[in-house]
């Protein structure tokens, strides 16, 4: 194929005059080389895959745009025991004159919390082999476990007691004047919701979720995907001091808090592949964002 000549440019202190700017003749135009196989191919719109030329296999591969699409319906409940609307209805109501726990109450808290994560810690290793009878079953039932404990928490923080409410709750329509009235609740709860972050990735990577039904496998990773926006939720709104009292994290919490995120954001989408499981990129790309936008 015959290149055509580079055209001559004026120099720096030069004018260009239009006049003197020459055209491709008819045997330059038949030369060009319009090659549509490199790059993007185009392709009739609604085609739900994207072609890309692989140019050291010499082969097209697809990436499937239903992968990129919400996959979770975040509006369903994490759990069919929860009653919806009367949940929900909660968020409606002005914020509530929640008080601190007496010392005798915190006491008992710390005992209770201390207690029902060492049982779940207890239960997930029996599941590894030691006492399969008394183990968990599977991830769901853990993740139920763990939220348990973190609606206890949290009911104590914000005196809301359904934590599938933080799941909609749009903190852009909050500000900390909504709690300008309110006394301060805080005496610690944050390290719990921490320690059930970390405890959270830790049990997470351990089961094996290949081996399940594909119905299976999507109910588990809704309750995980959920599970994750709910602690996104409460650690941006610890972050932004949208709590009783308008206490916010200390600058150490804060470090701690976006380490455990910014691991959480790695390690799920490993996981995933890890197990052969795909198409979840939407929720991938959404764990910890609002806590790792007030983290920067």
């Excluded at 029902?116 to 039932?141: A, C, H, W």
């Amino acid at each position: 194929m015959n290149t055509p000549e580079t055209p001559e440019h004026t120099g720096a202190n030069q004018e260009l005059s239009i006049d003197d700017v020459g055209q491709l003749d008819d045997q330059d135009l038949l030369d060009v080389d319009l090659d549509a196989s490199q790059g993007y191919l185009n392709e009739p719109s609604g085609n739900a895959k994207r072609a890309v030329q692989d140019e050291q296999n010499s082969k097209l591969v697809y990436d499937d745009r239903d992968d990129f699409l919400p996959r979770v319906n975040i509006s369903s409940p994490f759990s069919s025991q929860v009653n919806v609307q009367r949940a929900y209805g909660e968020t409606r109501e002005p914020v509530r004159q929640t008080r601190r726990l007496s010392s005798s109450q915190q006491s008992k808290f710390i005992a209770y919390c201390d207690d029902k994560l060492m049982e779940i810690q207890r239960k997930f290793v029996q599941s590894r082999g030691l006492t399969d009878g008394n183990g968990y079953s599977g991830l769901g039932p853990l993740l139920e476990d763990l939220k348990s404990v973190l609606d206890f928490v949290w009911f104590s923080v914000d005196g809301r007691g359904h934590t599938e409410t933080l799941i909609e709750q749009k903190l852009e329509n909050m500000s900390p004047e909504q709690f300008q009235d309110s006394n301060s609740t805080d005496f610690g709860q944050k390290y719990y919701i921490l320690r059930v972050a970390d405890d959270l990735l830790d049990y997470l990577v351990k089961f094996e979720l290949a081996n399940l039904s594909p119905d299976e496998q999507h109910s588990t990773l809704s309750k995980v995907f959920k599970f994750l926006v709910i602690l996104d939720k409460m650690l941006a709104r610890l972050l932004e001091g949208l709590v009783p009292g308008r206490k916010k994290v200390t600058g150490t919490e804060m470090v701690r808090i976006s380490g455990i995120a910014e691991r959480t954001r790695v390690a799920v989408p490993l996981f995933l592949g890890q197990q052969g499981i795909h198409g979840y990129h939407f929720e991938v790309s959404r764990i910890y964002e609002e806590t790792l936008e007030r983290c920067m």
